[in-house]
């Protein structure tokens, strides 16, 4: 039983941590791009967002390692493309 809590309460966590993430306006810029273009490049995202070339590589990434977008690896352009059955689950794990 203490396991199973513990499972609970880390999904739990990681929820949290996403959502704290989808609060960040950059966060909110980036969806906002891939839902008007469901694949963008690096290069898409920039122009269109407007963020610092770091700052949105950092976004990038966390968003990468929360799961929140799909990274489709290509040696010089990779596309990006939400994770929409990840945002289904952090949406029914808040409710």
């Not at 490049?41 to 966390?62: F, P, S």
Request: glycine residues 4%; negative net charge; aromatic residues 6%.
């Amino acid at each position: 039983m203490k396991n199973r809590f513990f499972t609970e309460g880390e999904k739990v966590s990681k929820a949290i941590g996403i959502l704290e993430l989808l609060c960040h306006p950059e966060t909110s810029a980036v969806l906002h791009c891939l839902r008007e273009w469901p694949e963008a490049t690096w290069v898409d995202l920039l122009i269109h967002t407007k963020l610092d070339a770091e700052l949105l590589q950092h976004r990038l990434d966390m968003m990468e390692q929360a799961g929140l977008i799909n990274k489709d690896a290509d040696d010089y352009s990779p596309t990006f493309s939400v994770s929409r059955s990840k945002l289904r689950k952090v949406s029914a794990l808040v409710r």
